[in-house]
């Protein structure tokens, strides 16, 4: 009785071992050339995929180098730009509002009329240089939105060539996954079968 348990144990042992070889075929069969040159799947954990292909473009070529260069550089100097003038304006803005409480404060009624003028004409003088910079602070701002919009549609037109690359080395073949399928129906047959 011994014999003939351990006998068929070993039996059962044999064939489900061939049945994982055939199942894991299919699987090796469907993951055949998944591999690439181009780092693309390292690049989803870190930094979205266009930006990394377009990282990866940048570290072999050095135009590509130079013209990331120019557009951050004139990123970073328009936000130093807009801050200086901010600076400007704000601390300006401050000094009148502070300089006409405190001529609105001085007793003698002749002398706080003459600063109140004094103070209101460098004022209104300064609000047209403010206006003007408002002008030309909209124009920074659009200049910047075109430079991005042009920038990001050139890196785009420069990775859509890397993801085909990317693609036709790794070709969705439906095989592997047709018989991936047939083997889940068999399973289920005999799942639905059994008593």
């Known amino acids: 009785m011994k014999k003939i348990l351990i006998?068929?144990?070993l039996f059962l042992f044999i064939i489900s071992c061939k049945q994982k070889d055939s199942e894991n075929k299919i699987v090796d069969?469907?993951?055949e050339n998944t591999e690439s040159s181009f780092p693309i799947k390292r690049m989803r954990n870190t930094q979205n995929i266009l930006d990394g292909i377009y990282s990866?473009?940048?570290k072999k070529d050095s135009k590509l180098q130079k013209l990331d260069k120019?557009?951050?550089?004139?990123?970073?100097?328009?936000k130093i730009m807009k801050e200086l003038y901010s600076d400007i304006i704000n601390n300006s803005t401050d000094y009148?509002?502070?300089?006409?409480?405190?001529?609105?404060?001085?007793?003698?009624s002749l002398l706080r009329k003459e600063?109140?003028?004094i103070v209101t004409n460098s004022s209104e003088k300064f609000n047209e240089k403010k206006v003007k910079f408002e002008e030309l602070t909209k124009q920074?701002?659009?200049?910047?939105h075109k430079i991005y919009s042009f920038y990001q549609a050139f890196k785009i037109k420069k990775t859509l060539p890397e993801i085909e690359k990317y693609?036709?080395?790794h070709p969705l073949k439906t095989d592997s996954l047709e018989n991936f399928i047939n083997k889940q129906n068999q399973l289920l047959s005999e799942l639905k079968n059994l008593k």
């Open 56 to 58: 990866e473009l940048l």
């Open 70 to 78: 120019k557009v951050n550089a004139i990123n970073s100097d328009s």
């Open 7 to 9: 006998a068929s144990t």
């Open 167 to 169: 693609q036709n080395a």
């Open 115 to 117: 600063i109140l003028v």
């Open 96 to 108: 009148y509002n502070i300089a006409k409480s405190d001529a609105k404060s001085i007793t003698d």
């Open 29 to 31: 069969i469907a993951a």
């Open 140 to 144: 920074v701002n659009f200049n910047n």
